[in-house]
């Protein structure tokens, strides 16, 4: 089957990625509630009892609001570095010691046929973390929740087939919205939220890669929507002349209340 993916839930609401092989099945964030991902999970033919491991980005909320629950009822390996693993214990409750797995930014690990990849972001939490996977010859790369793409993340990103990219807000949405000017800064900063238009101009720089596909990520339900972000970035990316060198690539959809089609990623 190769390597495969599912976004099971992307948002300000919760996020949550299933990544497959041909011998492992992970699960990347655990956002909503273990019962709702559960849910989610079934809809695309997996149960709890076929991960192998969850991976998680970093501590907010919406990335492991059910992992403790889901964790400890099959018993799963939870992977994260030392400073995400501190700022998340008192949200997850406790976890047998053996479940307890390391895994320092900038580093690599094999869960049988699947090669998993952590890279530093640059975010306003503990130590947050992007992932890359590699089976068969084929990279699947999930950027999201990252105030900008700096050059150390454009070179761990290069060469994806497929990539899950963060197009989080409009900025003239937010910053006419009604959130308060401190919370708007934030999202707006190099620790906060990639635009449409950030995700945009990253894109410009990556596609000369053989990149097939991108899926846009973690919209913000108050300051996007999905036909303006991908209105957006296709303008980016036209006015740099990539869509008529760039035929067979594609913009595809996230959502936050239900699960991708499973991809099927080929090199």
């Known amino acids: 089957m190769g390597l495969r993916f599912t976004v099971l839930a992307s948002g300000s609401t919760g996020n949550a990625t299933v990544v497959s092989s041909d011998a492992a099945t992970v699960l990347v964030d655990v956002g909503l509630s273990g019962k709702k991902i559960e849910e989610l999970m079934n809809q695309r033919d997996v149960s709890g009892r076929d991960l192998d491991a969850i991976f998680v980005t970093h501590e907010h909320s919406d990335h492991i609001k059910g992992l403790g629950a889901l964790a400890r009822k099959y018993e799963l390996p939870v992977y994260a570095n030392e400073k995400t693993w501190a700022a998340m214990a008192k949200s997850i409750g406790e976890l047998a010691d053996s479940q307890r797995r390391i895994m320092p930014a900038d580093s690599e690990m094999e869960i049988f046929d699947l090669r998993v990849e952590s890279y530093a972001i640059s975010h306003d939490a503990a130590e947050p973390v992007g992932y890359c996977f590699r089976s068969g010859g084929a990279k699947l790369s999930l950027a999201t929740d990252l105030g900008y793409v700096s050059d150390k993340v454009m070179n761990q990103l290069k060469h994806s087939d497929v990539l899950v990219l963060e197009s989080n807000h409009d900025v003239n949405m937010l ?73 067979e690539f594609s913009i595809c959809e996230t959502y936050y209340d239900r699960p991708t089609e499973w991809d099927l990623v080929k090199s």
Not at 176 to 204: Q, V
Request: charged content about 25%; glycine content about 10%; proline content about 1%.
């Open 175 to 247: 910053r006419m919205g009604r959130y308060p000017w401190n919370i708007k800064r934030r999202i707006l900063g190099d620790t906060g939220h990639l635009s449409n238009e950030a995700a945009g101009d990253a894109l410009c720089r990556l596609l000369s890669g053989g990149m097939r596909r991108v899926y846009l990520a973690h919209l913000s339900q108050e300051h996007n929507l999905m036909d303006l972000a991908k209105l957006t970035v296709n303008t980016i990316l036209e006015d740099n002349g990539f869509f008529y060198q760039r035929d």
